[in-house]
């Protein structure tokens, strides 16, 4: 069926009473991004909606797009009709034959009269379309309970609205509106997947890696700029910082406590990000940790490491099962990279008994007993790699790893 608009519904933003406009603006300048691909669409706004016109184009490839634009719940292709009565009819007559119902299709009409001058109520303009609709199409049956089909008719002053399916969309609150943070943003399934529940919830995300050559590959760090660069088609555009750690990494391995290395990494890792964060103006760091899953993510020591930092830490997959976290990652198309077997400095310098309950005492001793290392982490800050990559960057996947994919 060919289409001329789009209808997209906003999600719980609009209960934000006089943030509702800013929330607004901020969406339809993440839609008109995504609409850049597909010319000749425009967008028109009403109260507390928004209408794409499809300008020709496929609605199936504009919606998958903006299905991915955060604070949409919900999109519905729409054919346009005149507020007149007789038009309505023969619209909705020509709707239902495109459809083509099959024998024993149930079916209700679900007229709304937004526009209060039109000529009949809702009541009656759902009997005025109903009828003739019945008498054309004898396969039709009436349920007014769970029809197969509940064709939808919205009567505005300017046109009319047909529809009747309505595609989920990702929901949550527009890109940015709730400040910036800093993601940690490993190789691995969890963290990408924090870093998009986060983004939905209206989080502007600068992504920070951490990569110790030649320990860790080229080929490791391409798999984090392909995370970020499928990341970046759902926010529009994600900053990336590419950290050198190996000098700090490689101090701890001279303090002869294996068991302690995660947490030791991490903690420096958390000063750099802290580092970067008050550059860049950012309010909180965000991680992929989920409670319990690895020796780094207990409790205890989940408490060490956070206190490297005095920045908010957030946790998005915290309470997450791990078989929850692998459907996200599927669903948002960051599974398959994530697989590949490149791995980062973390997962390379796994010690064989990592502490579950580190002691914080103990720990900052080892640290104190390194003198260099804030100037390790200091360096580190100030030779990070930034790239910048966005959502229409059709650049293919790095090389490196092309050749391994799937």
């Not at 590949?340 to 010690?351: A, G, H, K, S």
Request: net charge neutral; proline share 5%.
């Amino acid at each position: 069926m060919k289409y001329d608009m789009l209808l997209l519904r906003f999600g719980e933003f609009t209960l934000k009473g006089k943030n509702r406009k800013r929330f607004e603006r901020t969406v339809i300048k993440h839609v008109k991004s995504k609409l850049k691909a597909y010319p000749g669409t425009s967008i028109i706004e009403e109260y507390g909606r928004m209408y794409v016109d499809l300008g020709g184009n496929d609605h199936h490839a504009i919606t998958d797009s903006l299905r991915k634009v955060f604070g949409i719940v919900s999109i519905s292709p729409v054919k346009v009709t005149p507020s007149v009565a007789d038009e309505i009819v023969a619209a909705s007559l020509g709707f239902m034959e495109e459809l083509n119902p099959q024998q024993g299709t149930t079916f209700k009409v679900n007229a709304r009269r937004v526009w209060k001058a039109f000529e009949h109520s809702s009541h009656e303009t759902n009997h005025l379309v109903g009828a003739p609709i019945l008498r054309q199409f004898s396969a039709l049956k009436v349920d007014v309970r769970n029809p197969d089909i509940e064709l939808k008719v919205e009567i505005r002053e300017a046109r009319t609205y047909l529809y009747y399916e309505s595609v989920p969309a990702v929901g949550g609150f527009p890109r940015g509106s709730n400040g910036k943070a800093m993601m940690l943003l490993s190789g691995g399934i969890d963290s990408p997947v924090a870093a998009w529940s986060s983004m939905r919830r209206g989080l502007e995300l600068e992504m920070v890696h951490f990569f110790s050559f030649p320990f860790t590959s080229q080929k490791a760090k391409d798999k984090v700029i392909e995370l970020a660069r499928i990341l970046a088609d759902h926010a529009g555009e994600v900053k990336l910082h590419l950290v050198p750690f190996t000098e700090v990494q490689t101090s701890f391995t001279k303090t002869g406590q294996d068991n302690l290395m995660i947490t030791l990494m991490r903690r420096s890792m958390l000063r750099i990000a802290t580092q970067l964060a008050e550059r860049e103006g950012a309010l909180a760091i965000v991680s992929g940790d989920s409670l319990g899953q690895v020796a780094s993510q207990t409790l205890g020591s989940m408490n060490v490491i956070g206190r490297a930092t005095d920045l908010p830490l957030l946790r998005p997959l915290v309470m997450m099962d791990k078989s929850e976290i692998v459907k996200i990652a599927e669903d948002i198309g960051t599974y398959a990279t994530s697989i590949l077997p490149y791995e980062d400095c973390c997962t390379l310098f796994v010690p064989k008994s990592p502490t579950t309950n580190p002691n914080l005492r103990i720990v900052e001793k080892i640290e104190a007993s390194i003198p260099e290392l804030p100037e390790f982490i200091a360096r580190a800050v100030e030779q990070t790699e930034t790239l910048v990559l966005r959502s229409n960057d059709d650049t293919a996947m790095p090389d490196s790893i092309q050749e391994d994919w799937f």
